[in-house]
Structure formats: C-alpha cells, structure tokens
C-alpha cells in the first residue's frame, strides 16, 4: 500500500512538474497594417473553406504624392501541417512569396496568388471589384519535382474589395507586399524617397462570420461551460436557501469559486462573440478575462487545500497555516497574471515564456505534495477518532484526485505524442481540447466537492469536534471497540476506579500519549500519504460492525 501511494504522489509531482500551461490567443480576422513603416506583411489563421479574404486601403490623398503608383501582389497558401503555418518566423514566411512546392515530402497543399495595380493614391482608396474572377489555386509539388499545372478555378465572382477565397478548411498563410513606383520606375532604382502614408485593412470572412474553425469549438465549449455553471450556482444556492441554518464555512468558499467559475466562463465567451461579429477583440476585456481567469485558478487550489487540511471538519481554524496558505495564492495569482497578460498581448516570446510557466509549474508541484501530505494527516487523524462518515467522506475526494492525476497524465501523453513529437502537425482541429480538458478537469473535482459537501440537515456531522470527549460514558461505551481496533497497542485499563476526576485525568495522558506515539508532528515524519484501507483495517472494520450488531 505505501509503494502504491508512493508511485501516486510521484506521479503528481511529475504532472505538475512537466504541465506548462500552453493557450495561445483567439485568432482574429481583421488587421490594420500602416504602409509607411512597412511593406511586407504576413497573416495566420486557420480558415473554413469558402473564406473570402478582402483588402481595403484608406488614406488620405493629399498626403500622398500625385506622381507615385502601387504593385500590390498578395500569396496565399494552405497546408496541413499546422506547424508550417504558425511556427515560421516571418523571415522564412516572406522567402515562401511565389514558392510552387512543399517545404518537406508529405508536407501537402495549394496556393493561389495574384496582384493589383493602381496608378495613384486616389485609385488606391476607392472601393472597387479588383478582379472579374479569383485566382485559380494550385496543389504544391514535392520539393524536388516540377512544378503542377493543374489548377482549380471558382464559378463564383468576387465581390467589392475581394481578392481571393480559401479552398478548404485548412491552416493559410497570406503574404502581402506592396511595391511603390514613380512613372512606372521602382523607387529603389531610383534611390527617391516617397511620400506617402495610407493603411491596409484585411478581413477574412466565411460561413461562421468571422470565427476559424479552430476557435469555434472553444467558444461553443465555453458557452456549454457557462451554461453548467449557472445551473451549479443555482443548485448551490438552492442547497444554501433549504439549510442556511446549518452552514458550515468551507461552504462560503465553495460558493466564491462557483461565482468566479461563472464569470470567468461568461467573459471568455463574450471575447469570442466578440471576435466572431467584430472580428477582432477589446484588448482591455481580454485581459480583464485573464486576470479573472487568473484570480478563479488561485481561490480553486486554495480551495483543494482547505478541503484536504480539513477546514471545517477536522480543524476549527487553519492558524498559522493562513500565511502559508495566503503566501500560494498571491505567488500563483501573480505569475498566473502576467502570463496570461503577456500572452494576450504579444510579449509572451521564449524567455518570459519559460519564466512564467517554469515557476507555475514548480508552484503546482508544491501545492499537488501539499495537498496529498495533508490529506494522509487528515485521514489518519479521522482513523484514530474512528468517524466513519467523516473519513467516508475523504476517501471519495482522494479516490476523485488519483483519478484527475491519472487523466492528467494520460492526456499529457497524448497531447505530446499529437501535437509535440511529430514532424507535421496534423491534428490542428484537436488543438481546443489542449485548453479545454483543464477547465473541464477542475469542473469536475468542484462538482464532487459540491456533491461531498452540500449543505444538507446533517451537515453538522461534518463540522469540527474535539479529539477528546468530554462524555465519560460514551467513552466507556467506546473501550472495546478501541481494544478491537488497535489490537497490540497499550490500552487503558477497564477497573473501575473510585477517584473519577484521576480516572479523565488517566484517560486524557494515555490519549495523548497514543497521539504522540502514532501521530507525526512533522511534514518528515510522514512517509507518504495513505489513500486506501489495508486488508486488514477492513476486516477489523468488519469485525466492529458485527460486534456492535
């Protein structure tokens, strides 16, 4: 049984050890590009099929030179390695203008290009059709062979402003470089330096709006969240209204992470509307959403801990361990924080990356060994009272964590053999699981704490009781069973004895005496936690039920 526990707790450490909190930010659809400090530009983004992509200029004309003209020519291109797409820098990115072939064999797709010409800045702002038809798109040949000539043409015409459409749900990536000219010379022939000043709008709209289809099975995910949420709140308050009299304070805490959950869920699905009609996101709201996001992770591992420290039924108060408890929270709250705010606001680059997730992994780590080393010291304390309900109670919630720990670490697996050792990202539309699967995971265990600690008539019997009772005849009802299930250990003796107040005071010495003996005062006292009953716990547990019947 300890090998077994022991290989559980190592097990959490390694989950919590290796577990980077990976999330990348929704995908927006609509850029802003000014073309006086830049001429290249290049766009990501997962696309439906039937996508069109639009290019707008505005500008004002009399910032603009009469004599100058513009070539803008734009490369789309699809592939099916997710990777190729979003982990190419945007140096490599803009050597691919114009390539016809695949970067690796297997690696396969299609492009499309084309160009436009405007032979002042006042034909540049006016809205118009740029072409009669798309552009035909290609399939990519092996990096060795010719190039295809092949080509898939569209039946439908383009639109205002229109200039290409994807041809499949796929990972695209949209190059765009603008050439300017002075009667019909390039300027860097001639040395001459313009003067101009206009922006590029991009959009990208398809049959969802302006959602990809790898951000669609988010939002529909944290709109069912939300929803499960309600429906825990309303059940929780429900609990509350029937038995306020009989509320317990591990309760109240229970209650402040459902709200927040119910928040933080609202708002996350909020930013994805937000982007799907807008197709793009307040920067202040999502990152009002990830220090929500941030604060709700906090209070649910302070809430873990209480649970497994025995707040509120084991304990009367937690004493000094509120520092220790205050100083976690705040650590997590605020790396959590700024990783979540540089995330969102493209300041997340390797360095800091490593930083953050480094140190909220080694803070999970501490706070998973925490949480297993006070539930072993909670559940032994519940042994020696003997409180079935109580430790009934403790083991359901442990046998919830082995579970989570199991599924965590199986997960991992399979998101590092999918999405991390393979040469080709192929399983891009699974990459919304990566996310969701925590959230879901905690939502989980908070649904268990909710089951195992709902108010009810009875929850009194959870609440905190002293180790000693104060009864003498209770205790005297009590004595076999104790000889019963601590065979082996000095017991006290069952004469009577004409001096009472020396019999408590005997009483309370040996009692203290056991604690002493069998109870660690220290974290290095304990070994490793006991999830589970030895064989033998259980038939002597058997063998005082059938004496008490």
């Not at 004309?61 to 291109?77: D, H, P, Q, V």
């Not at 709006?209 to 069912?224: K, R, T």
């Not at 959403?289 to 108060?317: D, F, H, M, N, Q």
């Not at 891009?428 to 879901?440: E, Q, S, T, Y």
Request: net charge negative; aromatic share 12%.
């Amino acid at each position: 049984m300890k090998m077994h526990d022991e290989r559980t707790c190592r097990s959490c450490l390694l989950l919590f050890a290796v577990l980077c909190r990976v999330g990348t930010a929704a995908e927006v659809s609509v850029w802003t590009v000014d073309i006086n400090s830049t001429q290249d530009a290049v766009f990501r983004k997962t696309l439906y099929a039937n996508t069109t992509i639009f290019m707008k200029f505005q500008g004002d004309t009399k910032s603009c030179e009469g004599n100058l003209a513009f070539n803008i020519s734009w490369y789309l291109r699809s592939s099916v390695c997710y990777n190729e797409v979003f982990n190419t820098p945007d140096s490599k990115a803009m050597n691919m203008f114009g390539m016809d072939h695949m970067l690796k064999d297997g690696w396969r797709g299609f492009y499309s290009q084309g160009y436009m010409f405007f032979d002042n800045c006042s034909s540049l702002f006016l809205p118009k059709v740029y072409y009669s038809e798309f552009s035909p798109y290609q399939p990519l040949t092996s990096p060795n062979s010719d190039p295809s000539n092949q080509s898939q043409v569209w039946p439908d015409k383009p639109g205002i402003s229109a200039v290409a459409t994807s041809w499949d749900d796929s990972p695209y990536l949209f190059i765009v470089k603008v050439q300017t000219l002075v009667r019909g010379v390039e300027i860097d022939d001639t040395g001459a330096e313009p003067s101009f000043a206009f922006s590029m709008k991009v959009e990208m709209k398809g049959p969802h709006d302006y959602s990809s289809p790898a951000d669609w099975p988010l939002m529909m995910f944290f709109m069912i969240m939300c929803i499960v949420y309600v429906l825990f709140g309303a059940l929780w308050l429900f609990w509350c209204a029937c038995y306020w009299r009989d509320l317990l304070r591990i309760q109240f805490w229970i209650g402040a992470v459902i709200i927040l959950g119910m928040l933080e869920k609202a708002v996350f699905y909020s930013e994805y509307q937000s982007i799907r009609y807008r197709g793009d996101y307040v920067q202040g709201a999502v990152i009002f959403a990830e220090l929500l996001s941030a604060l709700k992770r906090s209070l649910a591992r302070i809430l873990v801990l209480i649970v497994s420290l025995g707040y509120g039924i084991v304990r009367p108060r937690l004493g000094t361990t509120v520092h220790r408890l205050t100083a976690v929270g705040l650590l997590y709250l605020l790396f959590s924080s700024v990783e979540g705010v540089l995330r969102v606001t493209g300041g997340f680059y390797w360095t800091v990356a490593l930083v953050a997730n480094l140190s909220l992994s080694l803070i999970d780590s501490c706070v998973m060994w925490w949480i297993f080393i006070s539930l072993s010291q909670t559940t032994r304390l519940l042994k020696l009272r003997r409180n079935v309900v109580k430790l009934l109670l403790y083991q359901h919630f442990t046998n919830t964590l082995i579970f989570s720990v199991v599924a965590s670490i199986i997960f991992i697996i399979w998101t590092t053999k999918v999405f991390k050792l393979v040469d080709c990202q192929r399983g891009w539309r699974d990459l919304w699981v990566d996310d969701a699967f925590w959230r879901l995971l905690f939502s989980t265990i908070l649904l268990v704490i909710m089951v195992l600690l709902r108010p009810s008539a009875n929850s009194q019997r959870f609440s905190h009781s002293p180790l000693i009772d104060e009864d003498d005849d209770e205790e005297e009802a009590k004595e076999p069973m104790l000889n019963e299930a601590f065979g082996g250990m000095k017991m006290r003796g069952s004469k009577p004895d004409s001096n009472g107040s020396q019999k408590l005071l005997s009483k309370e010495d040996e009692d203290l005496k056991w604690v002493e003996e069998n109870i660690p005062t220290t974290v290095a006292d304990v070994a490793l936690p006991v999830m589970l009953d030895e064989e033998e716990e259980i038939l002597k547990t058997k063998m005082e039920r059938s004496k008490m019947e």
